[in-house]
């Protein structure tokens, strides 16, 4: 027992020690509210999520061309790691929210109408260009005739197809929705399916407006009609009557690209993020991309990312300087340079020459005829409800129109309790 | 001595609130008051962002609970995960525990081994779970080479639950068990002497001995259990993307309450008024814990 | 213990399952982070490596520069907030087991009550209040308001409750004080209780997401989860770089296991078996 007491007391006393250590340490590193640098700069926060390194490089080479422009700013970089949005809209609730942050079309309406955003129009000077900016990326982030962001970059949704298995099926790359369920067919077999699909409404959003049908009405869920499940239909046809479709976690695989890179599916639709990931994980895939394979007529999603102004901002002007800077003509050449993201100005889609890209060129044409994923303010109450719903029906458990009504009625009664 | 006996009452309050004074801090300002804030919130239409709002509404949010039918839904799979969790748990760390602690050779390999999910981060557990239910994941492999047909275990709704209900008795039982074997360490000898004496082999000494002995802290496994168990929300929000799906089948009420909490901050009364509720709920549950193994008295 | 022969083999066979059922998650995780992304998109089930290669550790830690630091803040947290949850929780629950005051039982419910209330609600007040004291981004925002735990309080209590009683009778008779006989009598004696709250908390401080997610904005200040997340992001169903890292991230516990290690065993030889 002696010893015990003995080895208590010294561990007592080295608790002590670390605690009066700590103590010293933390007072030393007491928050500087301040937001000037020592050199007198005014210190502004972007806040975004994680890259992959390559396009954590070209934001960072962008930010130091500004700064060398604008020597009295400088530009503090500040990453989310997860869960953007959750953390991002505590920040603003408690007031502690970057000068300057990403901000995705889906979610721009909540935020704009919440009144947390700085109206950006009163900055504009003429030669900022606003016209240069593709009119549906622009118009996202725009509300009641206010702009509260400019576009950074963007994607749209664009046939991925593979060469080889094509070739070996004896299938022209599908030009209609039913050439691509005809080709679908023809190409599933021995574990490869025709074409993999994620069955998200992010995904599938322009088809199922592709009838008439509207997702929201007044932003109210209005997905449950027959015109929407009809716009759906030959996703479920495909999965359960030809089988000639699967989603990726059927194979194995976390993502669509996974699964096309694979050799799992051999059509997907995918964005411009999978160019970059096809060359880096799977180097070997020869692959073409198309437009997507039309309806009645041309359609696809847009997906876009703005960097917007915290309202509550101290530094507002550097706040703007910087925003001007990432979305004007040089800054946007930068960072879209090397085709990881694409630009949403017109003149600098023009001079990086994307639209005659043999692999780009299907994305950026679909930027004139894309429909922008935003609607409203509670597509994200819509878009939760849907997917949890629209998977069982994929699975063939339960009939989509079923499926579709059970999700509409529980978005609705969610959007009443928000109003 | 005999002075301070006088003022007995006066030293022992003054004793027992030092031993409790860090913790009634910390409880006071970083939990009680955040809670006290959402009991608030829960009788309120609230929106928090651009400039807070509060529009109180009394009971609104508590009836429109009980109309809610995936909140119904929520609960239902929570209730069956814990029915079969934390019994399936608690068995396996307290077999686990005693087998351990039996004397046998090679102990302390097998304990370090059976400590190892334990050490692990939740976070990565569940990583490496994902990746080995896969649907050409090491599982469906395995089953597949003793004749089974594997599962699409993370889109099947029919097992995506189970699926979640295996990884969590997988690596939560390790935690208990590590708890029983430090408690079962301060089971005086002479208890189990005695036993012995009477003639008892291995199973009867576990039954008779071990079993009743252990009753503080098998409660406070099962109340640990249950709390943990009730608010399942890491493995669903990662297994569904957050969604809950396919058709509810991972909904479980914290994530609705996160659900309601952050994809839509107007609803932040709602998710408080529902998280209020759970409470109740896991309160009633570690109450008949507590009149079922009634061993235990407030002492 | 008297070996009965059926019984013994039945223990082992326990045993010896179990520990399969334990370590093959493991070994699984550990031979993808030493395999190529090739031979883990093939999604054969080899546990030895065709192509074994160290380059995904090799990657980690030149992707990551602030790796370091991040170490050193998920450490400096982890062993602060362990020390002074040891101290903490065990004073809460030995008063709440073992001495008599009033309020105790309201204290008791209170500790347990707040153990039900799920942690997504209270998130946002509790960043009011670390905002409003002036604490985002600092250590002290990540230790103080986890520097108690309602779970190991109720553990504590529940282990004195056994405590045998002569030992502080006999304590105090020999004229020491409550927090003196608490110190060099209790305590030493709960170090099996004590070790494995130790490594409980440690992992609870080192695991924890949530929180740092919310309170550090500042790179600098990232703890380990916080910097492994941004890893994850940036690079989806590379499953050998995310098993690396996982493995990296795992290390440091299992150190810290195999030193404690030494404590449980002494636990047993203390009061246990002869």
Redesign the interface.
Known sequence: MPTGGVVMKKWFQSFLAVTLFSASLLSGCSQEESSKTADGRTEIVLSGWGGNPTETKLLQQTIRDFEKKNPDIKVKHDVIADQYMDVLKTRLIGGTAADVFYLDAFEAPGLMEAGVLEPLDKYVKEDFDMEDFEKPLLQAFQHNGKTYGFPKDYSTLALFYNKEMLEEAGVEVPKTWNELQEAAKKLTKDGVYGFGVMPELARLYFLAESKGGQVMTNNKASFASKEVSEGLQSILDMRLNDKSAAQPNEVGADSGIEMFGQGKAAMVLEGNWAIPYLADTFPDISYGTAEVPTIGKKNTMAFTVAYVMNKESKHKEAAWRLIEYLTGKEGMKTWTSKGYALPTRKSVAKELGFADDPLRGALVAGASYATVWQDGPYLPIAQTNFNNQFLSAFLGQQPLREALKKAQKQANKEILINE | MKKERKKYTLY??G??????L???F??A???????L??IF?SFHKV??????SYDFRGLDNFV?LME???AKIALWNTIKYVVIVVPAQTLLAL??AA??N???K?E?F????????????????T???M??Y?????IN??LGMIGLPGY?W????NVALPAIMIMNI?STA??FM??Y???L??I??SVYEAA?IDGA???QKFWYVTVP?LK??T??VV??GL?GT??L?DQSYIF?????????ST?TV?LL????????????G???AM??V??IV??IA?LLQRKFSKE?T?? | MKKNGAGKVILYIILVLYAITTLIPFLWAVSSSFKTLEEIVQGTINFWPKDFTLDNYKQIFIQQEYFPRWLFNSLFIAIVGTILNLLFNSMAGYALARLSFPGKKSLFILILAVLMIPAQVTMIPNFLILKTLGWLNTYQGMIVPSMINATFIFMMRQFFLNFPKELEEAASLDGLTRLGTFFRIVLPLAKPALAAQAIFVFMGFWNDFMRPLIVISDVEMFTLPLGLNTFKGQFISYWNYIMAASMVFTMPVLILYAFFNRYFVKGITFTGEK
């Open positions: 022992e309050i004793q027992g609130y030092t031993f409790m860090p913790a009634i910390v409880l300002v970083f939990i009680i008051a955040p809670i804030y959402a919130l929106e928090l962002l651009g400039g807070p429109k809610d039918d995936r077999v686990l087998t351990l039996a004397g046998l090679g302390k097998f304990r370090i081994v059976y400590f190892l999910p334990t050490l692990t981060s939740s976070a990565v557990l990583l490496i779970f990746w080995m896969n649907q050409n994941g090491l492999k395995l699409n993370l889109g099947d709704p997988w390790p935690f590590t708890i074997l430090a408690a360490q301060d005086p000898d012995k082999n291995f199973w002995q503080p802290v409660s406070f109340i640990m709390i009730f608010q929300f569904s993307k957050g969604t809950g799906g396919p058709n509810n909904l914290v309450i996160y659900q309601y909490a952050f994809k839509n901050l107007g609803t932040m709602y998710a408080a998280a209020l759970l409470a896991i309160l570690t235990e407030l002492h």
